[in-house]
Nanobody, 125 residues
Framework: QVQLVESGGELVQAGGSLRLSCAAS????????MGWFRQAPGKEREFVAA????????YYADSVKGRFTISRENAKNTVYLQMNSLKPEDTAVYYC??????????????????WGQGTQVTVSS
Protein backbone atom coordinates (compact mmCIF):
# COMPACT_ATOMS: atom_id res chain seq x y z
CA GLN A 1 0.00 0.00 0.00
CA VAL A 2 1.22 3.49 -0.86
CA GLN A 3 0.08 6.70 0.77
CA LEU A 4 0.39 10.03 -1.03
CA VAL A 5 0.28 13.40 0.71
CA GLU A 6 0.23 16.64 -1.26
CA SER A 7 1.28 20.05 0.03
CA GLY A 8 2.12 23.50 -1.26
CA GLY A 9 -1.20 24.76 -2.53
CA GLU A 10 -2.18 28.31 -1.67
CA LEU A 11 -3.56 31.58 -3.01
CA VAL A 12 -1.28 33.28 -5.53
CA GLN A 13 -1.62 36.16 -7.97
CA ALA A 14 -1.71 35.59 -11.71
CA GLY A 15 1.81 35.39 -13.10
CA GLY A 16 3.14 33.95 -9.87
CA SER A 17 4.69 30.59 -9.09
CA LEU A 18 4.04 27.69 -6.75
CA ARG A 19 5.69 24.35 -6.10
CA LEU A 20 3.52 21.43 -5.08
CA SER A 21 4.99 18.42 -3.33
CA CYS A 22 3.73 14.86 -3.15
CA ALA A 23 5.32 12.73 -0.45
CA ALA A 24 4.92 9.00 -0.96
CA SER A 25 5.19 6.42 1.78
CA UNK A 26 5.07 2.68 1.53
CA UNK A 27 6.63 0.49 -1.11
CA UNK A 28 7.49 2.46 -4.24
CA UNK A 29 8.31 0.27 -7.20
CA UNK A 30 10.94 1.45 -9.66
CA UNK A 31 8.43 0.81 -12.44
CA UNK A 32 5.93 3.28 -10.94
CA UNK A 33 4.30 6.10 -12.84
CA MET A 34 3.41 9.24 -10.89
CA GLY A 35 0.98 11.88 -12.05
CA TRP A 36 -0.62 15.17 -11.18
CA PHE A 37 -4.28 15.81 -11.95
CA ARG A 38 -6.52 18.75 -11.14
CA GLN A 39 -10.21 19.37 -10.72
CA ALA A 40 -11.89 22.75 -10.86
CA PRO A 41 -15.41 23.32 -9.48
CA GLY A 42 -18.02 21.89 -11.80
CA LYS A 43 -15.45 20.28 -14.07
CA GLU A 44 -14.06 16.82 -14.51
CA ARG A 45 -10.68 15.83 -13.17
CA GLU A 46 -8.04 16.44 -15.81
CA PHE A 47 -4.49 15.32 -16.44
CA VAL A 48 -1.71 17.82 -15.75
CA ALA A 49 1.62 15.97 -15.83
CA ALA A 50 3.21 12.57 -15.28
CA UNK A 51 6.68 11.15 -14.76
CA UNK A 52 8.27 7.73 -14.53
CA UNK A 53 9.80 6.83 -11.18
CA UNK A 54 12.97 5.84 -13.01
CA UNK A 55 14.15 7.34 -16.24
CA UNK A 56 13.69 10.88 -17.45
CA UNK A 57 10.39 10.71 -19.30
CA UNK A 58 7.88 13.40 -18.37
CA TYR A 59 4.56 14.22 -19.98
CA TYR A 60 2.37 17.31 -19.89
CA ALA A 61 -1.08 18.48 -20.82
CA ASP A 62 -1.00 21.05 -23.61
CA SER A 63 -2.54 23.63 -21.29
CA VAL A 64 0.48 23.60 -18.96
CA LYS A 65 3.33 22.74 -21.32
CA GLY A 66 6.12 25.29 -21.01
CA ARG A 67 4.80 26.60 -17.67
CA PHE A 68 4.76 23.55 -15.39
CA THR A 69 7.57 21.12 -14.65
CA ILE A 70 7.19 17.74 -12.97
CA SER A 71 10.19 16.23 -11.21
CA ARG A 72 11.00 13.62 -8.60
CA GLU A 73 13.49 13.13 -5.83
CA ASN A 74 13.74 9.38 -5.37
CA ALA A 75 15.79 9.58 -2.17
CA LYS A 76 12.91 11.48 -0.54
CA ASN A 77 10.12 9.54 -2.27
CA THR A 78 8.75 12.88 -3.39
CA VAL A 79 7.32 14.18 -6.64
CA TYR A 80 7.12 17.91 -7.34
CA LEU A 81 5.09 20.11 -9.64
CA GLN A 82 6.71 23.48 -10.28
CA MET A 83 4.09 25.86 -11.61
CA ASN A 84 5.15 29.13 -13.21
CA SER A 85 3.23 31.89 -14.99
CA LEU A 86 0.07 30.83 -13.23
CA LYS A 87 -3.29 31.83 -14.69
CA PRO A 88 -6.72 32.10 -13.07
CA GLU A 89 -7.78 29.07 -15.09
CA ASP A 90 -5.18 27.01 -13.21
CA THR A 91 -7.36 27.34 -10.10
CA ALA A 92 -8.29 23.84 -8.96
CA VAL A 93 -7.68 21.14 -6.40
CA TYR A 94 -4.49 19.39 -7.44
CA TYR A 95 -4.15 15.66 -6.82
CA CYS A 96 -1.10 13.45 -6.83
CA UNK A 97 -1.58 9.93 -8.17
CA UNK A 98 0.53 6.83 -8.52
CA UNK A 99 0.47 3.37 -10.01
CA UNK A 100 3.14 0.71 -9.37
CA UNK A 101 3.65 -0.17 -13.01
CA UNK A 102 4.67 1.45 -16.25
CA UNK A 103 1.55 2.68 -18.03
CA UNK A 104 1.12 4.14 -21.47
CA UNK A 105 -2.17 5.79 -20.55
CA UNK A 106 -0.55 8.19 -18.07
CA UNK A 107 -3.19 10.84 -18.97
CA UNK A 108 -6.10 8.65 -17.82
CA UNK A 109 -7.08 9.01 -14.16
CA UNK A 110 -8.60 5.53 -14.09
CA UNK A 111 -5.17 4.00 -14.69
CA UNK A 112 -3.86 5.15 -11.31
CA UNK A 113 -4.13 3.13 -8.13
CA UNK A 114 -3.17 5.56 -5.39
CA TRP A 115 -4.41 9.10 -4.81
CA GLY A 116 -3.65 11.86 -2.37
CA GLN A 117 -6.24 14.01 -0.64
CA GLY A 118 -5.59 17.04 -2.85
CA THR A 119 -4.27 20.55 -2.28
CA GLN A 120 -6.08 23.74 -3.27
CA VAL A 121 -4.44 26.14 -5.70
CA THR A 122 -6.19 29.47 -6.22
CA VAL A 123 -4.90 32.00 -8.74
CA SER A 124 -6.35 35.48 -8.46
CA SER A 125 -6.54 37.84 -11.43
Amino acid sequence: QVQLVESGGELVQAGGSLRLSCAASGRIFSSSTMGWFRQAPGKEREFVAAIRWTGGNAYYADSVKGRFTISRENAKNTVYLQMNSLKPEDTAVYYCAGVPVYIGSYYYSGAYTYWGQGTQVTVSS
